[in-house]
T-cell receptor
Framework: GAVVSQHPSRVICKSGTSVKIECRSLDFQATTMFWYRQFPKQSLMLMATSNEGSKATYEQGVEKDKFLINHASLTLSTLTVTSAHPEDSSFYIC?????????????FGPGTRLTVL | RKEVEQDPGPFNVPEGATVAFNCTYSNSASQSFFWYRQDCRKEPKLLMSVYSSGNEDGRFTAQLNRASQYISLLIRDSKLSDSATYLCVVNWGTNAGKSTFGDGTTLTVKP
């Protein structure tokens, strides 16, 4: 399947700092990328849909000013957690959909484990 | 009612057993269906897409029943390495449509 990378894989930061996570599709173009969050022993929760060249669409309850998303190219989307707090500690996973794909499969990045102290 | 519902599990089976997971979805306009597996503390990985005619990949068989809005995954001859959480995923809309994930069913295969 298609390959999606995420960077960094793990980050530990102090409360109040901002953290930027990158999501790249390595061998395909993705007009749409998705950002998920997963707390321990819970299911994936969609945070926002990132559209190349336009504003992201946020799910209900997700603060767009806190979770800044930029999708500047067909292979890169970034999520910035601004003024992070301990309750933001979670596993953040991005996924991308191959525009050339037939069945709308999503391919996931390896995730970023964020710990806010 | 959740948009995608899965068997709550967990399923604990011996090696070699056959196990089946079920998933129902509420949106009749759903277009694409998938099974993903997720290992502990890892990202979900696509296991297989689910086609209307049903499809098989080795020990894994997926079925779709649009009339009943029901998807299934059958695993034959379970291996220890099959232990994971299996996620049912439903997509509707255009290529830009978002997917909805079930909560997952946990499978543990024991020696």
């Amino acid at each position: 399947g298609a390959v999606v990378s995420q960077h960094p894989s793990r980050v530990i930061c102090k409360s109040g700092t901002s953290v930027k996570i990158e999501c790249r599709s390595l061998d395909f173009q993705a007009t749409t990328m998705f950002w998920y969050r997963q707390f321990p022993k819970q299911s994936l929760m969609l945070m926002a849909t990132s559209n190349e060249g336009s504003k992201a669409t946020y799910e209900q309850g997700v603060e767009k000013d806190k979770f800044l998303i930029n999708h500047a190219s067909l292979t890169l989307s970034t999520l910035t957690v601004t003024s992070a707090h301990p309750e933001d500690s979670s596993f953040y996973i991005c996924s991308a959909r191959d525009v050339g794909g037939t069945y709308n499969e999503q391919f996931f990045g390896p995730g970023t484990r964020l710990t806010v102290l | 009612r959740k948009e995608v519902e899965q068997d709550p599990g967990p399923f604990n089976v011996p090696e070699g057993a056959t196990v089946a997971f079920n998933c129902t979805y509420s949106n009749s306009a759903s277009q694409s269906f998938f099974w993903y597996r997720q290992d502990c503390r890892k990202e979900p990985k696509l296991l297989m897409s689910v086609y209307s005619s049903g499809n098989e990949d080795g020990r894994f068989t997926a079925q779709l029943n649009r009339a009943s809005q029901y998807i299934s995954l059958l695993i034959r001859d379970s291996k220890l390495s099959d232990s994971a959480t299996y996620l049912c995923v439903v997509n509707w809309g255009t290529n830009a449509g978002k997917s909805t994930f079930g909560d997952g069913t946990t499978l543990t295969v024991k020696p």
